[in-house]
């Protein structure tokens, strides 16, 4: 009996100096890595959403691992103070969904951590996130680690010939029957889709010129991160209104009314010109000729008629008075 416990004994012994001597030292430690989208490229290694699946790897080491308990950590832009997520026994390393420990192979009192929760609130936008080794005495912390800002898709708009395209956008007027529809400025790769009568027009740049349009209902979108999984659509009628050849003639008549009327007023100015040069000439001749000696004959008929119609109007005014009186 007192064998066995002997043997028991150097061989814990053992145990632990091989634990030691296999990680340089060892000591109670906490390791948070960097988070990676490694299932995206390289571009959109820090891209992150709301509803993405958040995964981040750590390792601890501890000299005990009795009492000693891992917990997540988190502080959001808003709050003063990191707030414990979730937490896990090392001496009870179930495998868990949303933040779990497994023991290391061949390295007693060593653990990998994982944190695989889903983005839910904006509270993990540019979060700062950490580990929190708890043991019987002290707690030791991991370095933080920072979230990138969470990238809203409803919030990024497209342009069609040049024209910002949102939401709001129902209807859109082209006057010609092609459109360029380009992503937003990012800084991840986009690529823009046009869905048009069944068919899907994808490329692999940043924008897409369509030809041949026709006044119809499209579907223009655009995904980032080379993934389906990050897109947005925008559901608008796109009318086209080719600039008529009514609408041409319109215009040339215009020109033509222009034309006319500063050509009649060039007329008019050079008639008067010449109306009054002609006067001056005349009267310059007219010196010795008295005035009465101009009228003509026709000239008098008329102011005998006028005088008879001055005669009948103040005959009618007066009987109109009589009329009044009586
Ligand atoms: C996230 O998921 C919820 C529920 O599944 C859904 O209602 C919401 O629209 C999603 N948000 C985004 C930004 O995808
Ligand atoms: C994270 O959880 C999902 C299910 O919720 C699972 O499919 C995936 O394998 C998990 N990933 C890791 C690294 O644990
Ligand atoms: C994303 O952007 C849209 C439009 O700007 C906004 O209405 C929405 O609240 C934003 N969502 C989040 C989670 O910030
Ligand atoms: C979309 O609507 C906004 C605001 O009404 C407008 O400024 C913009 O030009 C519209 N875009 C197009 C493509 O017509």
Same mark, same amino acid.
């Given at each position: 009996m007192t064998q066995v416990l002997a043997i028991t004994a150097i061989l814990l012994l053992e145990?632990?100096?091989?634990? $030691?001597?296999?990680?340089?030292?060892?000591q109670n430690e906490a390791v948070l890595n960097d988070y990676d989208r490694k299932d995206l490229v390289e571009e959109c290694k820090d891209f992150l959403t709301l509803n993405d699946t958040l995964v981040m790897n750590g390792e601890v080491s501890v000299l005990e691992s009795e009492n000693a308990n891992i917990a997540i950590m988190r502080k959001s832009l808003q709050e003063k103070e990191?707030?414990? $997520?979730?937490?896990?026994f090392l001496s009870k390393c179930l495998f868990r969904t949303n933040f779990y420990c497994t023991p290391k192979k061949n390295q007693p009192n060593v653990y990998d951590v994982v944190l695989n929760t889903t983005i839910n609130s904006r509270r993990y936008d540019q979060a700062k996130i950490k580990l929190k080794l708890q043991l019987d005495k002290r707690d030791i912390y991991s370095k933080d680690v920072v979230l990138p800002k969470?990238?809203?898709?409803?919030?990024?708009?497209?342009?069609?010939?040049?024209?910002?395209?949102t939401s709001t956008n129902k209807t859109v007027t082209l006057e010609s029957n092609s459109f360029t529809l380009c992503c937003p400025p990012l800084r991840y790769p986009c690529n823009v889709v046009v869905f048009a009568e069944g068919h899907v027009h994808e490329t692999r740049s940043k924008c897409y010129t369509h030809t041949t349009a026709q006044t119809m209902n499209y579907r223009l979108g655009f995904f980032v991160c080379g993934s389906e999984h990050?897109?947005?659509h925008?559901?608008?009628? @796109?009318? @086209?209104?080719?600039q008529s050849p009514a609408a041409e003639g319109s215009t040339f008549t215009i020109v033509i009314i222009v034309v006319l009327v500063i050509a009649l007023i060039?007329?008019?100015?050079?008639? $008067?010109?010449?109306?009054?040069?002609i006067r001056k000439s005349k009267k310059h001749n007219d010196i010795n000729v008295s005035p009465t000696a101009k009228r003509s004959p026709k000239d008098k008929d008329?102011?005998? /008629? @006028?005088?008879?119609?001055?005669?009948?109007?103040?005959?009618? /005014?007066?009987?109109?008075?009589?009329?009044?009186?009586?």
């Open positions: 145990l632990r100096i091989f634990a $030691i001597w296999t990680n340089g030292v060892l990191f707030v414990e $997520i979730d937490y896990v969470l990238f809203n898709l409803s919030s990024v708009h497209l342009t069609i010939d040049g024209l910002k395209l990050y897109s947005n925008f559901d608008v009628l @796109i009318n @086209i209104v080719l060039l007329l008019v100015s050079i008639l $008067i010109y010449v109306y009054r040069s008329n102011e005998v /008629k @006028i005088q008879l119609e001055s005669a009948s109007m103040s005959s009618t /005014k007066a009987s109109k008075r009589r009329g009044k009186k009586q």
